[in-house]
């Protein structure tokens, strides 16, 4: 495998080289080596009860039962259901987390965190019904958190957020059954339904895991979004830069990495204190501290305070290879266990920080709420010390790094289309109606090394806005963007005329980052604005819009998938789901969801038929809502105005 087949980054690119000479294995070298087990792949390996392990061939999978019986389709279908159920508690743990710390914040037991955002406290506080008048701020923030807190152990009802829906798709919820009642029940529920000798019709699953997906996109997601918001800001355009070129050679080097923003958030603030800068100064680093992040994390860090990305999934470990680095700080989530090998070959202190996830060997500082301020400080300091031991022989800081601008909350979308006296989607409608803008397409997802990096987001991010589609991206898609230049207001010169005059009126670029994998769900409350703004239909599977994910490799990235199909949206995948052995679950998938939620997935390998087919989607929906034509301008004179009828 060329370097071109690994990755079309050049900063990634020259890393590699580096790493070859200097006999570092990376996540290429190991995929390489790894064959594909077909079984596993086409999802009709069960290793759910000790009977088994069972598996059937993807090629005649009727010829064939498990030793209990199980088709391949009751086969393929648990497996996908137990990778939305785990997906869903990743991110709705997270979810948890914010939650927690919003509370232990109102009871003033989080050092150095207060309400940022009280416009919006007192928005989702009145969503809840909570009673917000004439309160303290940290009264309405704590009844929030424990409304919050009931959304994951409710037992019955249905969870708060998902109002925020247009009617047709909660009544479309309703009468499919998939309404999620508790984040955490629905978690379980799924457990439970795909334990051996539970349910075996491949539809009944399949539902569930709409179920439960829902419960992470319109639950344990959205509460992480939204509260991280009050807590920590909401996003607004900000300018920084990405690629490992960020990297600085006379700095102390520290990149968080993860998903989860609390310490980070606290990483980012002690880096700036004039006495850290100092220590670090003399210890040597004359340029003192340089803070960057990785994954969603880097995002978090990136849109609120506008830190550096020093790239996307598969960088995590390119970015130690380096030699630049004297502390990676990871949360949860998507870091590599490979890193602490990676380490081993530098001076780079890998430190975990959260309980649930420790490596072996690896050094290990807990995050504690109350003392987060002092933690991030002995972080910092341990970084600091560790400047000497940096072996200058072995590093090498590509030059490349990409200006940017990041940060758009939906809120950011509202203003800035719509004036900040006169926030509204309705501008972006009109746009859409008008057919400047074609529609609106969600690139989101991981790097998967089955796809050289980032070759899949950006071909197709490219093939997009040139025909006048609007790309919105969270998670390691934006950070592909990141660094293609794709998030610069720059980038409107690669759009079609339509999508260019809108760009350029407003100054946005035509790819809008808007934030991290639990960020998705900034992308269904766009979804509800536009519909409520009027014009483009009544549910969410009306409007010209698409998901996808190019590259994706997560069982995060296939809950946000279900959620969005369960949602409306359809959605492409560039890697296809571990299915293709049950032809039951293809049917179900691929064609017959649609049916139900009035929009399923697609499986498409190559970026420009990829393209073209959202593209055709998109038409489709424009004509269904008859705005194929340009609607012709009108001057009304008064006597025009006179005949206009009044409601
Ligand atoms: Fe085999 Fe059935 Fe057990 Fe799965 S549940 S391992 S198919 S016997
Ligand atoms: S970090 S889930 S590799 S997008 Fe959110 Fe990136 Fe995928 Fe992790």
Request: hydrophobic share 40%.
């Amino acid at each position: 495998m060329g370097l071109e087949d690994k990755t079309i980054d050049p900063a990634a690119q020259k890393i590699l080289s580096k790493a070859q000479k200097e006999g570092v294995q990376t996540v290429w070298e190991r995929k390489e080596e790894m064959k594909v087990c077909a079984f596993g792949d086409a999802g009709t390996c069960c290793r759910i009860c000790w009977m088994g392990p069972c598996r059937i061939n993807p090629k005649a999978p009727e010829e064939k039962r498990g030793v209990c019986g199980a088709t391949a389709d009751t086969i393929a279908a648990r497996n996908l259901a137990r990778m939305v159920a785990a997906g869903t508690s990743a991110h709705s743990d997270h979810g948890r987390h914010i939650v927690h710390a919003l509370k232990l914040t109102s009871e003033g037991r989080m050092a150095g965190y207060e309400v940022r955002d009280i416009s919006k406290l007192y928005r989702v506080a009145g969503e809840f019904g909570i009673d917000t008048r004439d309160r303290e701020i940290n009264e309405i923030a704590h009844e929030l958190a424990e409304k919050a807190e009931e959304e994951f152990g409710k037992q019955e009802g249905r969870l708060t957020f998902l109002n925020r829906a247009p009617k047709k798709r909660q009544k479309i919820w309703h009468e499919s059954g998939v309404e999620p009642r508790g984040i955490d029940r629905e978690v379980v529920d799924l457990l439970h339904r795909t334990a051996m000798g539970v349910d075996h019709d491949h539809v009944d699953i399949t539902l569930s895991s709409m179920r439960t997906s829902l419960a992470d996109g319109w639950g344990g997601s959205m509460l992480a979004t939204e509260l991280s918001d009050i807590l920590l800001s909401t996003p607004y355009p900000i300018r920084s830069k990405a690629n490992l070129g960020v990297l600085e050679e006379n700095a102390v080097n520290i990149i968080v990495h993860g998903h989860e923003p609390l310490l980070s958030d606290s990483i980012a603030r002690v880096v700036r204190e004039p006495e850290m800068i100092e220590k670090a100064k003399q210890a040597g680093a004359t340029e003192g501290i340089n803070l960057s992040g990785l994954c969603c994390t880097g995002n978090e860090v990136l849109m609120r305070q506008g830190y550096p990305l020093a790239g996307n999934h598969l960088h995590q470990e390119l970015a130690i290879i380096t030699g630049a680095v004297e502390a990676m700080v990871i949360d949860v989530q998507c870091q590599m266990p490979s890193l602490a090998q990676v380490a081993s070959y530098y001076h780079t202190h890998l430190i975990t920080t959260s309980p649930q996830a420790k490596f072996p060997g690896v050094m290990h500082i807990a995050f504690e709420h109350e003392k987060a301020l002092e933690i991030a400080r002995k972080i910092v300091t341990l970084a600091i010390e560790n400047f000497k031991n940096r072996d200058k022989s072995k590093v090498h800081i590509p030059e490349e790094k990409m200006d940017l601008v990041a940060g758009f909350s939906h809120e950011t979308i509202n203003y800035m289309l719509g004036g900040r006296f006169r926030a509204s989607y309705r501008p972006l409608n009109d746009a859409i109606i008008w057919g400047r803008i074609k529609g609106v397409v969600g690139i989101v997802g991981c790097n998967n090394p089955r796809i050289p990096q980032d070759s899949f987001h950006v071909t197709l991010a490219e093939e997009l806005i040139k025909n006048d589609i609007l790309v919105v991206s969270t998670g390691c898609a934006a950070g592909a963007f990141a660094k293609a230049g794709l998030l610069l207001p720059e980038a409107a010169e690669k759009a079609g005329p339509g999508l260019r005059e809108v760009c350029e009126a407003v100054g946005m670029p035509p790819v809008l980052h808007a934030g991290a994998c639990v960020d998705n769900s900034r992308i269904l409350v766009a979804c509800c604005e536009m519909v409520r703004e009027g014009g483009l239909g009544n549910d969410i599977s009306d409007l010209p819009v698409a998901g996808v994910a190019p590259e994706w490799m997560s069982e995060k990235a296939e809950a946000i998938a279900h959620y969005f199909v369960a949602s409306g949206v359809n959605v492409f995948i560039g890697v296809p789901h571990p299915t293709w052995g049950s032809p039951g679950m293809e049917k179900l998938l691929y064609e017959d969801l649609e049916n139900i939620f009035g929009a399923r997935f697609h499986y498409e390998p190559e970026p420009y038929l990829m393209a073209t087919k959202i593209i055709d989607l998109i038409n489709k929906k424009r004509e269904k809502l008859g705005i194929t034509e340009k609607p012709v301008r009108v001057l009304y004179d008064m006597a025009m105005r006179r005949e206009l009828p009044v409601e």
